[in-house]
C-alpha cells in the first residue's frame, strides 16, 4: 500500500469506522489477562480495551487527532521502528493495521520485541480473499494488491509463526451488521459499497484504480437494480454473519 495513505484518506475516518462490540469482544479475549497493552497502528483508536492500562502508537496526526477525549495516551511512530525497550507491554495488539507497514515483517518482530506475553493480530488471510464476493465478482483487481509471497494458503500463518513463535487462529466471522464500516462489514448489505462514503472510509478503494472501481460500482449498481445480485446470494440474506477470512492470530510468546 502507498506510504502515506492515511494522510490522504485518514480525514473523517471516524464517520464509517467504529467499534463493533463481537468483533471487540474476540479481539479483548486474545488479550487474555494482559494488564499493559500496547495498541500498535491505533488510528481513532477502536478496539483499545477497556479497563487495562494502553498505549497507542500511530504513524499519522490526522489519526491521533480523531481519538475520542479521554482515549489511552497515542505515541506517533511506526511499527517498524516501535520507541519502546524491549519487554514493556504485557500484551501488543495491531488491528488492521500489519498489511499497511511498509516493511511488514519488521514491524513484527517488533511487536514480539516489546511484548512480554502476547502479540495479538485482526487482519484478514490474504489468501482468503476470494471468499468475498465483492471481490471474486466486482473486484479481482484487489488480488493484484496482495504480494505474491501472501497469495499462497498458508503463507500468513506461516510467516507470522516463523517471526512470532506458534500462533493459534480464531475466526472472526463477520456479522450481517456489523458497525465497522472495512472492506468486509457490509457483505450483506450491498447497497452500501454504492456509498461514495463509505468507501472512502475503505483504504482498499483508494489503493485501486480508479476506473476499476467506477466500474465496479456501475455493475454493482446494475446488478442490484436487476434483482441479479439478490438471486445469486439468496444463500446470505437469512445469515447473521459469515466468515471472509478474518481471524484474531494470537501469539503466546516464551511456548
Ligand atoms: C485500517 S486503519 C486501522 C486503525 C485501527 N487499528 C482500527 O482498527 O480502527 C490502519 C491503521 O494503520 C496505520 N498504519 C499505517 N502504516 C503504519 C505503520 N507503518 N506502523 C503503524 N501503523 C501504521 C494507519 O495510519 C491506520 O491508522
Known sequence: MEDALYDRIGHGYRATRRTDPRLAQLIWNGLGDAETVLNVGAGSGAYEPPGRSVCALEPYAVMIAQRPLGAARAVQGRAEALPFDDGSFDAVMAVLSDHHWRERQQGLRELRRVARRRVVLF??????ANLFWLTAEYLPGFLDLIPLPYRAAGAWQYELERLLGPVRRVPAPIPHDCLDGFYGAFWRRPAAYLDASVRAGISVFAALDAVDVDDAVREL?????SGRWDKRHRNLCDRSDLHLGYYVAIAELGQ
Open 123 to 128: 487482519n484478514a488471510d490474504p489468501a482468503e
Open 221 to 225: 449498481r446494475a446488478d442490484l437494480r
